[in-house]
């Protein structure tokens, strides 16, 4: 059996932890990572646990059989989100620091290569089930490691003062997580500017045939290190363009020459033909 992709579970995560747990016991696919029995997760995703926290497992695919290697099998890392203002949501986002600083995993100024369509479809599962559990769904802004060189994403559950991560919330992250598919039909971008939520593509995404790589909020561009929005763009594959939030978000320099700009509506609705 030879997966699409391969949910990484750290052992330091309570969200990582009760997911793992729905899923019990899966069967091995002969494969080892450090000791640890890759295994089935579904028909497309492997399942690997890992003792330390996901966030500093740097270089972990690396660690991978080499027939992933060679096929840059996608890492997925189901997790708790922090936040200081304690948000309840349902987020997803690439990897990787665009500024000077890496507080949180990874290296300074180092960007991890994107899933595009699978974070989208990841995303818009979220939204479906948002509404009955109560909590928003969107993208992250790209951020936080670890730094990898094969596409990788994080899957997010905020909980906010709860002690533990709710039920509800853990049992529908468990159900997507094995599904993660991509659709064809959705067109690529590099996403700059906006909030860190990134509300602008997170709407686009649910309701157009858009699927975003790499994207750098507004505040992210007051540091971003020289050489980041070139990189940004090399490692969203399949990338037709940038779509800025806001006109002016565009206004460094360093954009000019990396992609062409797209528009909203350079991707059809969903529910459409492409």
Same mark, same amino acid.
């Given at each position: 059996?030879?997966?699409?992709?391969?949910?990484?579970?750290?052992?330091?995560?309570?969200?990582?932890?009760?997911?793992?747990?729905?899923?019990? $016991?899966?069967?091995?696919?002969?494969? @080892?990572?450090?000791?640890?029995?890759?295994?089935?997760?579904?028909?497309?995703?492997?399942?690997?646990?890992?003792?330390?926290?996901?966030?500093?497992?740097?270089?972990?695919?690396?660690?991978?059989?080499?027939?992933?290697?060679?096929?840059?099998?996608?890492?997925? /890392?189901?997790?708790? @989100?922090?936040?200081?203002?304690?948000?309840?949501?349902?987020?997803?986002?690439?990897?990787?620091?665009?500024?000077?600083?890496?507080?949180?995993?990874?290296?300074?100024?180092?960007?991890?290569?994107?899933?595009?369509?699978?974070?989208?479809?990841?995303?818009?599962? %979220?939204?479906?089930?948002?509404?009955?559990?109560?909590?928003?769904?969107?993208?992250? +802004?790209?951020?936080?490691?670890?730094? %990898?060189?094969?596409?990788?994403? /994080?899957?997010?559950?905020?909980?906010?003062?709860?002690?533990?991560?709710?039920? +509800?919330?853990?049992?529908?992250?468990?159900?997507?997580?094995?599904?993660?598919?991509?659709?064809?039909?959705? @067109?690529?971008?590099?996403?700059?500017?906006?909030? @860190?939520?990134?509300?602008? /593509?997170?709407? %686009?995404?649910?309701?157009?045939?858009?699927? /975003?790589?790499?994207?750098?909020?507004?505040?992210? %561009? +007051?540091?971003?290190?020289?050489?980041?929005?070139?990189?940004?763009?090399?490692? $969203?594959?399949?990338?037709?363009?940038?779509?800025?939030?806001?006109?002016?978000?565009?206004?460094?320099?360093?954009?000019?020459?990396?992609?062409?700009?797209?528009?909203?509506?350079?991707?059809?609705?969903?529910?459409?033909?492409?």
């Amino acid at each position: 059996m030879e997966i699409e992709y391969l949910v990484v579970v750290s052992e330091t995560d309570p969200v990582a932890v009760r997911v793992a747990e729905m899923w019990g $016991t899966r069967p091995s696919l002969g494969d @080892h990572v450090d000791g640890a029995a890759i295994r089935a997760l579904s028909s497309r995703a492997g399942l690997l646990r890992r003792p330390g926290i996901h966030i500093h497992d740097e270089h972990l695919d690396a660690r991978l059989p080499p027939w992933m290697r060679s096929r840059k099998i996608p890492l997925v /890392f189901p997790s708790i @989100h922090r936040s200081e203002q304690g948000i309840e949501s349902l987020t997803v986002h690439p990897l990787g620091n665009p500024g000077p600083s890496a507080d949180v995993g990874g290296r300074p100024g180092v960007l991890v290569p994107t899933d595009p369509r699978r974070m989208a479809d990841a995303l818009r599962r %979220l939204q479906e089930v948002a509404p009955r559990l109560g909590v928003p769904a969107s993208y992250e +802004a790209t951020h936080h490691g670890p730094e %990898l060189e094969q596409p990788a994403f /994080f899957v997010e559950i905020g909980y906010g003062d709860r002690p533990v991560p709710p039920e +509800a919330s853990v049992r529908a992250l468990a159900e997507i997580l094995g599904e993660l598919a991509e659709d064809a039909s959705d @067109h690529v971008a590099l996403g700059v500017g906006g909030g @860190h939520y990134a509300p602008h /593509f997170s709407d %686009l995404a649910r309701r157009r045939h858009w699927a /975003f790589g790499h994207m750098l909020s507004r505040h992210a %561009l +007051a540091t971003i290190v020289a050489g980041i929005p070139a990189s940004a763009y090399a490692l $969203t594959p399949g990338a037709e363009g940038i779509l800025f939030a806001r006109a002016h978000d565009g206004d460094l320099p360093e954009w000019k020459g990396i992609g062409p700009r797209l528009r909203d509506g350079s991707a059809p609705a969903r529910g459409s033909s492409p």
